[in-house]
């Protein structure tokens, strides 16, 4: 991911990396339906290093190790919601 800013002299400067496949942000996909998480997973793929688990318990365990940048989380699964998983 990028941002660029400018420096006082004016020039464009790139705030960050270019992301390589060895430096992708890690995503954290939380989603009970196997087609959605594999539609998910298929857009992302070159874009991030994903992490899947199918309900909000797997995903606390996984956020108990893991640090995710970023989290795609399904509101409405069995057992934990992803509104209760946020709380």
Same mark, same amino acid.
């Given at each position: 991911?990028?941002?660029n800013t400018t420096n006082p002299a004016g020039k464009n400067e790139t705030?960050?990396?270019e992301k390589s496949s060895g430096n992708l942000p890690l995503l954290l996909?939380?989603?009970d339906d196997n087609d !959605?998480?594999?539609?998910?997973e298929s857009l992302f793929?070159?874009?991030?290093?994903i992490i899947t688990a199918e309900q909000a318990e797997a995903?606390?365990?996984i956020m108990r190790t893991t640090k995710p940048d970023l989290i795609f989380l399904d509101d409405? !699964?069995?057992g934990m919601s992803g509104?209760?998983?946020i709380e």
């Open positions: 991911i990028e941002s705030a960050g990396k996909l939380v989603e !959605m998480r594999r539609m998910i793929h070159d874009k991030a290093k995903a606390l365990d409405q !699964m069995p509104l209760e998983l």
